[in-house]
C-alpha cells in the first residue's frame, strides 16, 4: 500500500492504520532477565497447587517431610536444620544473591543510572511499602499479630512478569521496565525491613567477622579481580557468620551480589585475547586452552557471568522449591471460616490488592504531574494503574517474611491463606484493568525529550509525518 492511499480523500474518511514505532527501551540483558521470571511463575505455580493439594492430602505428610532434620558437622562445630529452613536459609540465599546482582548491575551500567527515569518507580515503591504497612497496623494495631506488618510490603518479581508476558505487545516496554524497577527498589526495601526488623537477637562477635568479610568483599571489589572463586569462597564465609549472628542469612547472598563488580570491562581486558587464541589455533593443548578460556570470561564483568550462572538455578529451582516447601496450608472448612474473620488474613488481603494499587499510583501519578520524572513510551494511566495493582502479587517476599514475623502456626495459617488470596485478587483485577483501561486513559507523558517526536494525532496517522519531522 502506498503511502498516497492513507491519506483522506475529498468525501470519505482516511483509514485509521495501527503505526508501530518500534521503542528499544530494554537492553539485551534485562529481557533475558525478564524471560526467566515469567518461565518461572508457571513453575511457581505449579509448585504452589502442587504444596497445596499436599497439604491437604490425609496423613500429614508435607508438614512431617519439610520438617525433617539435617545436619552437617566438621568436629566440634555443626550446622542443623530442617529441610523446610534449609530451603528458607539456604536456597534462598541464592535467590538474594540474583537480586543483589541485579540491582548492582541496573546501578552501574543498567537503567537505574539515569534519576529521572529511576525516580518515578523509586518514589512509586516506597507508596508500595508504606500504605500496604499502614493498611495492616489499622486491622492489627497491637499484639503478636501486628509483627505482620512486613508481608504486604513486597511484589513478587516472577508472578508480575508472568501476567505482563500474557499480554504480549499490548503491554508497553516501558510498563514493564517501570514495573521491573519498582520490583527492585521494593525488593531492596524489604531486605531492609528483614534485616532491622524481623531480627530478635544478635552475636556481637559474629557481626564482627561479618564486617570483616565484607571488607574483604570490598577489597576484592577494589582490586579488580575478575575471577569468580574469591568472591564465592569469601561469600559461603559470609553466610556462615551471618546465619550464626542471628540476622537472616540470605542477607549474605544480598551482599555478595551487591558487591560482585559489575561496571561493564574495558578495551585493555580483551588486547590479550587475540594472543591466546592464536596459540590455540597453533596448538590446542590443555595449558593454551585453558589460558585463552580465562582471558575471554576475563572480557565479561563478574556479575553478568555470576547472574548468567545463577539466574536460572534461582528461577527455574530454588524459587518453585521455596513455593512446594512455604505455599502449603490447611484448606479446611474451619480453617477458611477462621481467616475469612481473621484481621491478619483480611488485613493481607486488603493491604496487598488497594494498599499497592494506591500508594504506587497516587506517589508516581504525582511524580509525574510534578514532572520530576519521566515515564515515557506508549504508557498511560491505565496501565499505571494496571500495573500498581498486579504489584499486589506479594507472594515470595511476602511468604518469606511470614516464616520470619509468625512462630504460631494458626497466625502463619491466617497469613498464608491472606496472601494466596490477595496475590490472586490482585492478579485479576490487574490483569482486568489493563486489559479494559489500559488504552482508554491519557498518556502519562505526551512526549519524551529525550526520544523520538510524538506521532500526530487524529483520525488517521501518515506514517510519513516522522520522517518530515
Same mark, same amino acid.
Request: charged content about 15%.
Given at each position: 500500500?502506498? =503511502?498516497?492511499?492513507?491519506?483522506?480523500?475529498?468525501?470519505?474518511?482516511?483509514?485509521?492504520?495501527? *503505526?508501530? *514505532?518500534?521503542?528499544?527501551?530494554?537492553?539485551?540483558?534485562?529481557?533475558?532477565?525478564?524471560?526467566?521470571?515469567?518461565?518461572?511463575?508457571?513453575?511457581?505455580?505449579?509448585?504452589?497447587?502442587?504444596?497445596?493439594?499436599?497439604?491437604?492430602?490425609?496423613?500429614?505428610?508435607?508438614?512431617?517431610? #519439610?520438617?525433617?532434620?539435617?545436619?552437617?558437622?566438621?568436629?566440634?562445630?555443626?550446622?542443623?536444620?530442617? &529441610?523446610?529452613?534449609?530451603?528458607?536459609?539456604?536456597?534462598?540465599? @541464592?535467590?538474594?544473591?540474583?537480586?543483589?546482582?541485579?540491582?548492582?548491575?541496573?546501578? =552501574?551500567?543498567?537503567?537505574?543510572?539515569?534519576?529521572? =527515569?529511576?525516580?518515578?518507580?523509586?518514589?512509586?515503591?516506597?507508596?508500595?511499602? /508504606?500504605?500496604?504497612?499502614?493498611?495492616?497496623?489499622?486491622?492489627?494495631?497491637?499484639?503478636?499479630?501486628?509483627?505482620?506488618?512486613? +508481608?504486604?510490603?513486597?511484589?513478587?518479581?516472577?508472578? @508480575?512478569?508472568?501476567?505482563?508476558? %500474557?499480554?504480549?505487545?499490548?503491554?508497553?516496554?516501558?510498563?514493564?521496565?517501570?514495573?521491573?524497577?519498582?520490583? +527492585?527498589?521494593?525488593?531492596?526495601?524489604?531486605?531492609?525491613?528483614?534485616?532491622?526488623?524481623?531480627?530478635?537477637?544478635?552475636?556481637?562477635?559474629?557481626?564482627?567477622?561479618?564486617?570483616?568479610?565484607?571488607?574483604?568483599?570490598?577489597?576484592?571489589?577494589?582490586?579488580?579481580?575478575?575471577? &569468580?572463586?574469591?568472591?564465592?569462597?569469601?561469600?559461603?564465609?559470609? #553466610?556462615?557468620?551471618?546465619?550464626?549472628?542471628?540476622?537472616?542469612?540470605?542477607?549474605?547472598?544480598? %551482599? *555478595?551480589?551487591?558487591?560482585?563488580?559489575?561496571?561493564?570491562?574495558?578495551?585493555?581486558?580483551?588486547?590479550?585475547?587475540?594472543?591466546?587464541?592464536?596459540?590455540?589455533?597453533?596448538?590446542?593443548?590443555?595449558?593454551?586452552?585453558?589460558?585463552?578460556?580465562?582471558?575471554?570470561?576475563?572480557?565479561?564483568?563478574?556479575?553478568?557471568?555470576?547472574?548468567?550462572?545463577?539466574?536460572?538455578?534461582?528461577?527455574?529451582?530454588?524459587?518453585?522449591?521455596?513455593? %512446594?516447601?512455604?505455599?502449603?496450608?490447611?484448606?479446611?472448612?474451619?480453617?477458611?471460616?477462621?481467616?475469612?474473620?481473621?484481621?491478619?488474613?483480611?488485613?493481607?488481603?486488603?493491604?496487598?490488592?488497594?494498599?499497592?494499587?494506591?500508594?504506587?499510583?497516587? =506517589?508516581?501519578? &504525582?511524580?509525574?504531574?510534578?514532572?520530576?520524572?519521566?515515564?515515557?513510551?506508549?504508557?498511560?494511566?491505565?496501565?499505571?494503574?494496571?500495573?500498581?495493582?498486579?504489584?499486589? +502479587?506479594?507472594?515470595? +517476599?511476602?511468604?518469606?517474611?511470614?516464616?520470619?514475623?509468625?512462630?504460631?502456626?494458626?497466625?502463619?495459617?491466617?497469613?498464608?491463606?491472606?496472601?494466596?488470596?490477595?496475590?490472586?485478587?490482585?492478579?485479576?483485577?490487574?490483569?482486568?484493568?489493563?486489559?479494559?483501561?489500559?488504552?482508554?486513559?491519557?498518556?502519562?507523558?505526551?512526549?519524551?525529550?529525550?526520544?523520538?517526536?510524538?506521532?500526530?494525532?487524529?483520525?488517521? /496517522?501518515?506514517?510519513?509525518?516522522?520522517?518530515?519531522?
Amino acid at each position: 500500500m502506498s =503511502t498516497e492511499s492513507l491519506l483522506p480523500r475529498p468525501g470519505r474518511p482516511g483509514p485509521s492504520p495501527r *503505526v508501530n *514505532v518500534p521503542l528499544p527501551y530494554l537492553s539485551e540483558s534485562v529481557r533475558r532477565f525478564m524471560a526467566r521470571e515469567s518461565g518461572s511463575a508457571a513453575l511457581l505455580l505449579g509448585a504452589t497447587m502442587a504444596a497445596l493439594v499436599w497439604a491437604n492430602l490425609p496423613g500429614h505428610t508435607y508438614a512431617s517431610f #519439610w520438617h525433617t532434620a539435617t545436619s552437617l558437622q566438621v568436629g566440634s562445630w555443626s550446622l542443623a536444620l530442617d &529441610l523446610e529452613h534449609l530451603v528458607n536459609d539456604g536456597a534462598m540465599a @541464592l535467590f538474594f544473591l540474583v537480586v543483589g546482582l541485579e540491582i548492582s548491575r541496573e546501578l =552501574t551500567v543498567g537503567e537505574l543510572r539515569d534519576a529521572r =527515569t529511576v525516580v518515578v518507580p523509586a518514589v512509586g515503591a516506597l507508596g508500595g511499602l /508504606v500504605l500496604p504497612a499502614l493498611i495492616y497496623l489499622a486491622f492489627e494495631p497491637s499484639g503478636p499479630a501486628a509483627a505482620g506488618w512486613g +508481608i504486604p510490603m513486597s511484589t513478587d518479581t516472577a508472578f @508480575l512478569l508472568g501476567v505482563l508476558a %500474557l499480554f504480549g505487545p499490548r503491554c508497553p516496554d516501558q510498563l514493564r521496565l517501570f514495573l521491573l524497577t519498582l520490583a +527492585i527498589v521494593d525488593d531492596i526495601g524489604a531486605i531492609v525491613v528483614m534485616a532491622v526488623f524481623y531480627t530478635d537477637h544478635v552475636s556481637v562477635v559474629a557481626l564482627l567477622v561479618s564486617a570483616a568479610l565484607v571488607a574483604a568483599l570490598v577489597v576484592l571489589r577494589q582490586a579488580q579481580v575478575w575471577q &569468580l572463586t574469591p568472591y564465592l569462597l569469601v561469600g559461603l564465609g559470609l #553466610w556462615l557468620a551471618v546465619y550464626e549472628s542471628g540476622v537472616h542469612p540470605t542477607l549474605a547472598g544480598v %551482599l *555478595v551480589g551487591l558487591l560482585v563488580p559489575a561496571a561493564a570491562v574495558g578495551p585493555e581486558a580483551r588486547k590479550h585475547l587475540p594472543f591466546y587464541g592464536r596459540a590455540v589455533l597453533e596448538n590446542a593443548d590443555p595449558r593454551r586452552v585453558r589460558l585463552a578460556t580465562a582471558a575471554a570470561r576475563a572480557t565479561v564483568s563478574a556479575n553478568h557471568r555470576l547472574q548468567d550462572a545463577l539466574h536460572p538455578v534461582s528461577a527455574y529451582l530454588v524459587l518453585p522449591l521455596f513455593a %512446594l516447601a512455604n505455599a502449603g496450608v490447611l484448606l479446611s472448612w474451619d480453617a477458611l471460616r477462621d481467616a475469612a474473620q481473621s484481621g491478619v488474613t483480611i488485613g493481607i488481603v486488603v493491604a496487598l490488592v488497594a494498599g499497592n494499587a494506591v500508594g504506587i499510583s497516587l =506517589t508516581a501519578g &504525582l511524580v509525574l504531574r510534578m514532572g520530576v520524572g519521566t515515564l515515557a513510551g506508549r504508557v498511560r494511566y491505565g496501565h499505571l494503574v494496571g500495573g500498581a495493582m498486579l504489584a499486589g +502479587i506479594g507472594f515470595t +517476599i511476602s511468604l518469606f517474611i511470614t516464616g520470619l514475623a509468625f512462630d504460631d502456626q494458626q497466625l502463619r495459617q491466617e497469613a498464608k491463606i491472606g496472601v494466596l488470596v490477595g496475590s490472586l485478587v490482585a492478579a485479576v483485577l490487574g490483569s482486568l484493568v489493563l486489559r479494559v483501561l489500559g488504552e482508554r486513559l491519557p498518556l502519562c507523558e505526551v512526549s519524551d525529550p529525550d526520544g523520538p517526536p510524538p506521532l500526530p494525532s487524529g483520525p488517521w /496517522v501518515d506514517p510519513t509525518a516522522r520522517a518530515r519531522s
